[in-house]
């Protein structure tokens, strides 16, 4: 047992200082005493591991059941690919977006990639001659800027340090180009949804830059190990 002279309480402790005013305590060490702690109650409940496969059994006997009806019944489309697209879709949701521990920008980031390559599969091989393209030329370039607008808003919105998305705000912002490069070959005919997402893109990164000049500078040597 220790004393505090300024409070006055009597302390069960083997710390040197009061954990009230951080005055060094008067009393001698008493080695047969165990200081208690409380139990650690994590604020997530553990995922099973049989919870992840059987989300991924079910997914994969749906996808295989939807094949072979399609093939059962062929009448010269894969019509399966689009309820399998979805399957697939729902799946990455849950997996990567519900049960994963990865931040939440990384889980935007891959989800907005597996739902631009989704539609433009979908676009391809469903969509009639003379209406395709929309995937590319629309969804693509879009989806990409609210994949931007929606991680800033995270950032600015929940006071996240910037540096733990800044990784993800370069490789968007280098996805940005890819619709750019597209319509330099006229692959994307459309071209003010792909001018629009790059923009986007660099009024962030100059912001960014803007207010945090060295500390973005520390970060990417940080990262690339410069």
């Given at each position: 047992m220790k004393y505090c002279d300024k409070c006055h309480v009597d302390v069960l402790t083997n710390q040197k200082y009061c954990p009230l005013c951080h005055q060094v305590l008067q009393g001698e060490h008493d080695d047969t005493w165990i200081e208690p702690y409380p139990k650690f109650i994590p604020l997530r409940r553990e995922i099973l591991p049989l919870t992840k496969k059987i989300i991924l059994f079910i997914t994969i006997v749906a996808i295989v059941t939807l094949l072979v009806i399609n093939l059962t019944v062929w009448e010269g489309k894969l019509w399966s690919l689009i309820p399998i697209g979805s399957i697939l879709y729902v799946f990455m949701i849950v997996r990567y977006g519900v049960l994963s521990r990865q931040n939440i920008a990384f889980k935007l980031a891959l989800l907005t990639t597996v739902l631009i390559l989704l539609l433009n599969m979908i676009d391809q091989q469903f969509t009639e001659d003379g209406y395709k393209?929309?995937?590319?030329?629309?969804?693509?370039?879009?989806?990409?800027?609210?994949?931007?607008?929606?991680?800033?808003?995270?950032?600015?919105?929940?006071?996240?340090?910037?540096?733990?998305?800044?990784?993800?705000?370069?490789?968007?912002?280098?996805?940005?180009?890819?619709?750019?490069?597209?319509?330099?070959?006229?692959?994307i005919t459309v071209a003010w949804p792909s001018i629009a997402a790059l923009g986007l893109a660099i009024f962030i990164l100059l912001i960014i830059v803007f207010f945090f000049p060295k500390s973005i500078k520390d970060e990417i040597k940080k990262r690339f190990h410069l």
């Open positions: 393209g929309w995937a590319i030329n629309y969804v693509t370039p879009l989806a990409l800027l609210s994949c931007n607008v929606a991680i800033s808003a995270i950032i600015w919105i929940r006071r996240i340090d910037f540096r733990d998305y800044i990784f993800y705000l370069l490789a968007i912002m280098v996805f940005s180009l890819v619709p750019i490069i597209l319509c330099l070959f006229n692959i």
